[in-house]
């Protein structure tokens, strides 16, 4: 499964299962953040895209909330 | 003239040779001297300048089974004439024919260096098969054509013995091989780009100077049962590598990727990870490459029982201005070592 | 709204004792320039190089080109709301020294700084290699934040072009370019907008609009002549071969062309601001607000271009769709980065509406440039910067590089003349 900033490339490139990511330079976190809150923000990220990957699908999907 | 010919050698099949026709289809390559069956007309064509020294005829169904194996056996009877071109057919709409035109035609341009031609139909398999190492050029879908397309052959194969340089595949009547050349023209960006609006808004024809790709589709893998006993591996096009980039993944254009072993990694931290990547702002995953691989959520994932295990390795190239023919090499080998290594799920993140 | 560009031509650069420009040659004072940009005490190290076109030179790392100008006549100051005063530009008389070019030279991050080769194979890909350029080399003092780095030797180089631009305040110029944008009696002539998004994606990624990041503006109508009067600053080093440099905005190809046209083929109605931003809500947003402003104003047609690759294609391919939905015929301007064999896909992202794209370029193609007899600044950084690559650079200072490294080799402007065919 594919995390990605920018979902139209993910989908124009054919990835099948998709989550979108926070920015291109820290798809997985946010600078602006305090610490702790930026590690919760990446776990929820890392385990939507595990749930992803439990997950039948049968086309492009993207997951949003 | 006293100047030297150019020596070409055509290949056949076996019933355009002459041998026979579904029952010689299993012959092994053989050679003979000088021009056989349309390389007759084709000699002529091509006249005093250049010659045609041998034919390699190879049966057709004996060349579709063992493909590679029959297009190496061409090279180095081919090789002995020492050729300035190779030719093949034209093999209309036959597609096992097809297959050997453009098989053999691709072996001896790759391992002898010269430049090669055939000719087919337009929906011949082959065509898509080879049209991106292989000059093409369209005949018609039988034999019927043969008159017509024998010609056209001729000033191809002219323009290669003379090393003329090859054209648009519109001015030089070849199917197009999809590769992108630079070239200046006399005219700057901006004044056809307002050309071409300008066409557009009036409805007249134009031509655009990049016709939109497709792009190939799979199918969706089948879901991660066990996620509490699965092994998952990180996967990233973000450039993250150890500290120094040791194996000097390009900034740029990358044309490899790198596998590490994060067995007993924790966190990424900056003083042991940076990224490489040239593409986006770096100061954010250098302060925190977790940023961009989620290594730590990993870990506590994996300790916490929601996965089985984060696997040891992982595979880091750098997405930017890196070519989608490179990209999908890199993708085919590390899902091959992934496969190898029993992984269940990869997460892939990219910038 | 009227600018008069007047046009001093330079032929050749000199130092010398004075700041001055005689018979079109610039003359620069080596040490007073040195002077002034070492104000900055943020930079520690101040060198200048002169160099001419056809010489054996090499410049290396490349940052920004920047055309030294002065307002003669009208309000408004150089570059607003970063060197000069806030205020409308666009109006009254600026003389260009036409010819001439400061360029900013030293490494900063590392990757995304260019290459000029001033002769040789390499030299038809810049534009750079036509101008007389005078090479500011700087280095920070040690510990500089990168971010202050980019800001340090962004204002050096506008400080400089404008400190060279004032020789040319009282010299009566050999040509005047005129734009205006007068009405358009001949209404079946098509009302045509140009969309000019700015790269604005962070560190080494930004551009200035009036001294306002990019990244932090909606999508804005702007008159043409602003463009063309130092309203826009790039702060930019993505890779060299299509980032838009200062002296790019300065010289706009496409609004050029336009007003070229404009009366006669066609009814240019404005300019369209818009950013590339690093977040996917930025991107619909502003291709949203830029695409609703193009309908606003009533176009029938628009052209496109873009700055950089890989996720600006998203912008380009969403402003495309989302104005063709209006209606709106239109017209992309991109770079392709096709591989070294050129036989790859060319952009990261497309759409079926983008029916008509002009290419200028495939910037993965290979490029051998022989050594040169000098160089300004050093080579050191060849193998790192985008478009090089491990063992490009050869032992007797030659390389082998992707023309990516070369600065404005591939400008989505389409300012110069390079296209990619399908073969």
């Known amino acids: 499964m594919h995390v990605a900033s920018i979902v139209p490339i993910s989908l124009t490139v054919g990835a099948n299962r998709i989550v979108p990511a926070v920015a291109i330079p820290y798809p997985l976190g946010n600078p602006e953040l305090p610490e702790d809150e930026e590690r919760e923000l990446r776990l929820k990220l890392v385990k939507k895209a595990l749930r992803a990957l439990e997950t039948e699908v049968e086309k492009q999907t993207v997951f949003e909330e | ?62 060349f579709a089974e063992n493909i590679e194996a029959a297009a190496e056996s061409v090279v180095e009877p081919v090789s002995r004439y020492k050729p300035d071109v190779f030719v093949a057919g034209p093999a209309f709409n036959a597609g096992r024919y097809g297959i050997a035109c453009g098989a053999s035609c691709s072996a001896v341009s ?54 003329q340089e090859v054209g648009l595949p519109e001015a030089d009547g ?65 450039g993250i590598v150890p500290l120094g980039n040791p194996d000097r993944i390009e900034a740029a254009s990358a044309s490899k990727f790198a596998e590490y072993n994060i067995a007993g990694v924790h966190d990424l931290t900056p003083d042991a990870y940076q990224t490489c990547h040239g593409g986006y702002d770096p100061v954010y995953a250098n302060n925190d490459p977790d940023r961009v691989l989620p290594l730590d959520a990993m870990r506590a994932l994996e300790k916490d029982g929601t996965i089985g295990k984060l696997y040891d390795h992982y595979y880091v190239t750098v997405g930017n201005a ?5 990209a999908q090499k890199f993708g085919e080998v590390i899902a091959e070592k992934l496969k190898a290594a029993d992984v269940d799920g990869v997460i892939l993140t990219s910038t | 709204m009227r600018l008069e560009l007047g046009i001093i031509k330079i032929e050749d650069v000199q130092f010398g004792e004075e700041t001055t420009v005689r018979n079109g040659t610039l003359y620069v004072n080596k040490k007073e320039l040195i002077g002034l940009v070492r104000q900055d005490d943020r930079l520690s190290e101040v060198d200048v190089e002169l160099t001419r076109p056809g010489e054996e030179v090499r410049i290396m790392p490349v940052k920004d080109v920047i055309e030294p100008r002065v307002k003669v006549s009208g309000s408004a100051e150089l570059f607003p709301g970063i060197i000069g005063k806030i205020g409308t530009l666009g109006s009254g008389r600026t003389n260009v020294l036409r010819g001439a070019a400061i360029v900013t030279v030293g490494r900063i991050v590392g990757y995304q700084e260019g290459l000029i080769d001033m002769s040789g194979p390499g030299a038809q890909y810049s534009p ?88 932090r503006i909606l999508p804005s109508l702007i008159h043409p002549n602003e463009v063309m009067d130092g309203a826009i600053v790039s702060g930019n080093c993505v890779s060299a071969c299509d980032k838009h440099t200062t002296y790019h905005h300065l010289n706009n190809p496409v609004i050029k062309e336009l007003y070229r046209r404009h009366g006669k083929d066609l ?106 007899k000098r160089i300004i600044g050093d080579l050191k950084r060849a193998e790192v910067i985008a478009g090089g690559f491990v063992g490009c650079l050869s032992t007797d200072g030659g390389l082998n590089i992707e023309i990516q490294a070369i600065m404005g080799s591939t400008c989505q402007l389409g300012f110069g003349t390079l296209t990619a065919g399908g073969y």
Do not use: W
Request: hydrophobic share 40%; glycine share 8%; proline share 7%.
């Open chain 2, 322 to 326: 890196t070519s989608i023919a490179n």
């Open chain 2, 174 to 238: 070849y199917f197009p091989r999809g590769i992108r050349v630079n070239q200046f023209v006399g005219r700057t960006g901006a004044e056809r780009a307002v050309d071409m609006l300008l066409s557009k808004l009036r409805g007249e024809p134009f031509q655009t100077e990049y016709p939109m790709p497709t792009f190939e589709r799979v199918p969706p893998s089948p879901v991660v049962k066990e996620l509490h006993s699965a092994t998952i591996a990180l996967v990233t096009s973000g």
């Open chain 2, 110 to 163: 790759k391992k002898l260096g010269i430049p090669v031609i055939t000719a087919m139909y337009k929906e011949n398999p082959a065509l898509e098969l080879y049209r991106k190492e292989v000059y093409i050029i369209p005949s018609a879908d039988s034999v019927r054509g043969m008159a017509e397309v024998i010609p056209r052959m001729a000033s191809f194969v002219r323009k290669l013995g003379l090393r």
């Open chain 2, 1 to 62: 003239m006293a100047e030297k010919k150019y020596r070409v050698v055509h290949y056949l099949n076996q019933f355009y040779a002459g041998i026979g026709g579904e029952e010689k289809a299993d012959i092994p390559p053989l050679i003979k001297e000088g021009a056989v069956g349309p390389g007759r007309p084709l000699q002529q064509a091509l006249g005093e300048e250049g010659e045609i020294v041998a034919t390699v005829v190879c049966g057709d169904s004996y």
């Open chain 3, 267 to 372: 009814n240019f109605i404005g300019v369209v601001i818009s950013n590339l931003n690093v977040t996917l809500a930025d991107k619909e947003r502003s291709s949203d607000y830029a695409s609703k402003l193009v309908k606003l104003i009533g176009a029938e047609g628009a052209i496109i271009t873009e700055e950089g690759f890989g996720n600006p294609d998203t912008d380009l391919m969403m402003l495309c769709k989302k104005i063709e939905e209006y209606g709106i015929k239109t017209v992309l301007i991109t770079d392709e980065y096709a591989g070294r064999d050129g036989g790859s896909q060319s952009l990261a992202d497309a759409v079926p509406q983008a029916d008509a794209v002009i290419s200028v370029g495939n910037a993965n193609e290979v490029i051998d440039l022989p050594p040169m």
């Open chain 3, 128 to 215: 750079f290699s036509q101008t007389n350029n005078v090479a500011l080399i700087l280095h920070p003092i040690h510990g500089l934040a990168p971010h202050a780095h980019e800001e340090a030797v962004r204002l050096a180089g506008l400080r400089a072009a404008v400190y060279l631009g004032k020789t040319a305040k009282d010299l009566a110029p050999d040509e005047l370019e005129v734009y205006e944008l007068n009405p358009v009696t001949d209404t079946t002539l098509p009302r045509v907008a140009y969309v000019h998004p700015l790269l604005s994606e962070g560190l080494l990624h930004d551009t200035y609009l009036y001294g306002v990041d990019a990244k």
